[in-house]
């Protein structure tokens, strides 16, 4: 495949544009975000069927074949695209948007870009011959990269970038990072890792090697809980009043930087004897 094809320039050229909405911080443009997204996502896949020389158009040579055969060509010759219930969810919804009045989330739209990246990533991996990162600036604004999780060495940049358009998934995406760390020192992978982080004993383990003033002198899993706590009404907001929560959300945020700096730190040869005691 290649990254000049028109339909694969036109796919990166509406995900930037979704993104640079996103910037604009106005939430009536949330509808456009989600529009150019499920566009950027069906051209992606339109791109990938003519790479394996399929037709896009249907039977009368008139009408472009949509999302769903596009899928179906592609798992006929053994490509899945594991992102597929998450892109079934974004076209449901855009559908929605093109036939009703309404307006997206912040964090719905966070979420479905959150995804489209890493689905544009895995397939420009797999089946382009230039990796997503290499050209990325040339779609994306500088603030944009950030967004995208790119164009800074601070792993927390994407979660600061973030947290200019809302705070409780700046929360949620912080505590990602944090539990993916913690699974990368235990480790875990994908298929023994557990449903939560904290499910692994060893985690609280972990936390007794830190500074303990880094937990304000607080029992590991008290301290922890706290954080916990703040993610899940970030993940269930919609059953909680996420004003009550203002001033406990940047608080948060930089308990959540600190830990994970702290864990980051731990010498090597202590992580070892925590995984291999158990």
């Known amino acids: 495949m290649s990254e ?58 008139k009408n472009t074949i949509v999302v769903w055969k596009a899928f179906s060509i592609l798992e006929s010759h053994e490509i899945t695209i594991k992102q597929r219930p998450n892109i079934e969810m974004l076209i449901d919804d855009r559908n929605v948007i093109q036939h009703k009045f309404g307006y997206p989330s912040r964090e719905s739209v966070l979420y479905y870009i959150d995804f489209v990246i890493d689905l544009f990533r895995t397939c420009m991996h797999d089946h382009y011959p230039i990796e997503f990162d290499e050209i990325a600036e040339e779609y994306f604004t500088e603030n944009g990269m950030r967004l995208i999780g790119l164009g800074d060495e601070d792993v927390f940049s994407k979660v600061d970038a973030i947290a200019k358009y809302d705070m409780l998934s700046a929360i949620s995406t912080a505590y990602s990072l944090l539990e993916k760390k913690s699974h ?12 939560m982080i904290w499910h692994d004993k060893r985690f609280y383990s972990l936390l007794k090697l830190i500074d303990p003033l880094v937990m304000d002198n607080k029992r590991p899993r008290e301290y922890f809980d706290s954080i916990r706590q703040l993610r899940n009404i970030s993940v269930h907001r919609q059953h909680h009043n996420p004003e009550e929560h203002d001033k406990e959300l940047d608080i948060g945020l930089l308990k959540i930087k600190n830990l994970y700096n ?17």
């Open 184 to 195: 990368e020192l235990l480790g875990h992978n994908e298929s023994t890792k557990p449903v």
């Open 4 to 61: 000049k094809s028109p339909l694969f320039i036109s796919s990166m050229e509406l995900l930037g544009h979704a993104v640079e909405l996103l910037e604009l911080d106005d939430d009536k443009k949330n509808k456009f975000i989600v529009m150019h997204l499920s566009n950027a996502v069906e051209l992606l896949m339109k791109d990938m069927v003519i790479d394996i020389g399929q037709s896009i158009y249907e039977s009368n040579n």
């Open 262 to 278: 702290a864990i980051s730190e731990i010498p090597e040869e202590d992580v070892a004897k925590v995984v291999r005691n158990g």
